[in-house]
């Protein structure tokens, strides 16, 4: 019998590249159900597997905001049952919050955390019924210590944290394993998609000078983070087969050795200074104006 695997968001990206992998298992271990917004952009995915793999591979429509879609997709699934949940759809936003509209920090809020709350919520009772099920969910860094100019997509990330945490220690009476992969940066659609204030845009000419100056410098920090650091969609999913393929899962795993979260100045100093204090170090070091105070 096939592992029923569901993952959100498979347009691009890890979602993507998750779908073609376990879809192109040699022995045809697992039955994905690769769902994406619009069906328009299915093409990249079927390119990727080349119209090969028919008793493996499904795409259906499922925008993750929209609770009848989530369910029309539920009622798609030929097994009718789950057994492998990936909650993957998510979009970032970047600039200084003063510029940040209210729609648009909405739609972050909806997408990264009541879309995979409603995600979970759609699965969870067959999977209780079942007494099996795992549920995975891409994690950030970015969910785990805070970001400057990276506020709603960093509270959304840590929204997460805390649906997560909460519902494993609960799924633990039913043999639902709940698993969250952390990512640093991955070279993705994800920052192409993501909603970005540039420095030049009329929202952020009416941010103090002061910030604007931080928010440049924090945007050069980033692209040498990309440049040193980023993965590649193939090493995530890595992570993922090792969490699926696991007989006891991690609740967290982290998908970049080199780049771990700050966790130990969180933990040494209780008072969350030090955290901080090293972080704007790192980010703002560069900025030497901002070094001299
Ligand atoms: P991506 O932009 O390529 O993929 C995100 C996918 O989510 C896209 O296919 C997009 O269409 C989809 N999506 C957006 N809104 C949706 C909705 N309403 N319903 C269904 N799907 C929707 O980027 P990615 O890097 O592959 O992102 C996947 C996950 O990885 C996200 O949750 C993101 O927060 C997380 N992540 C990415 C990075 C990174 O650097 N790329 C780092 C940490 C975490």
Redesign the pocket.
């Known amino acids: 019998e096939q592992v029923v695997v569901l993952i959100?968001?498979?347009?691009?990206?890890?979602?993507?590249s998750l779908a073609v992998c376990l879809a192109s298992d040699p022995a045809k271990t697992y039955k994905v159900y690769a769902?994406?917004?619009?069906l328009v952009?299915k093409e990249r995915l079927l390119d990727c597997v080349k119209g090969l793999h028919k008793d493996t591979l499904d795409i259906l429509q499922?925008?993750?905001?929209?609770q009848q879609s989530i369910q029309d997709a539920r009622h798609r699934v030929t097994e009718k049952r789950v057994d492998v949940l990936v909650c993957?759809?998510?979009?970032?936003l970047m600039g200084p919050l003063e510029a940040q509209a209210l729609d648009t920090m909405r739609q972050i809020l909806?997408?990264?955390v009541l879309?995979t709350i409603s995600t979970i919520q759609a699965f969870l009772p067959g999977m209780k019924a079942r007494g099996h099920g795992r549920i995975l969910v891409?994690?950030?860094?970015?969910g785990l210590q805070g970001l400057p100019f990276n506020e709603v997509?960093c509270a959304s990330?840590f929204a997460v944290e805390g649906v997560c945490e909460s519902l494993a220690i609960l799924l633990q009476h039913f043999n639902i394993h709940v698993s969250l992969v952390?990512?640093?940066?991955?070279?993705?659609?994800?920052?192409?998609?993501?909603l970005t204030t540039e420095p030049g845009d009329a929202s952020t000419q009416q941010v103090d000078e002061h910030t604007r100056r931080l928010y440049e410098t924090y945007l050069k920090h980033c692209g040498v983070v990309f440049q040193n650091a980023?993965q590649d969609?193939e090493d995530v999913v890595k992570i993922f087969l090792e969490a699926i393929q696991s007989a006891s899962p991690a609740f967290r795993y982290y998908s970049n050795d080199a780049l771990l979260p700050l966790t130990s100045p969180k933990i040494s100093a209780v008072d969350g200074l030090q955290y901080i204090r090293t972080m704007s170090k790192i980010i703002f070091a560069s900025d030497k104006t901002e070094q001299q105070k």
């Open positions: 959100t968001g498979c347009s691009s990206g890890i979602g993507l769902t994406m917004r619009n952009k499922m925008d993750v905001t929209d993957n759809a998510g979009v970032g909806e997408v990264n879309g891409t994690g950030s860094l970015g997509y990330k952390e990512c640093g940066p991955v070279n993705t659609d994800f920052l192409d998609n993501l980023s969609t």
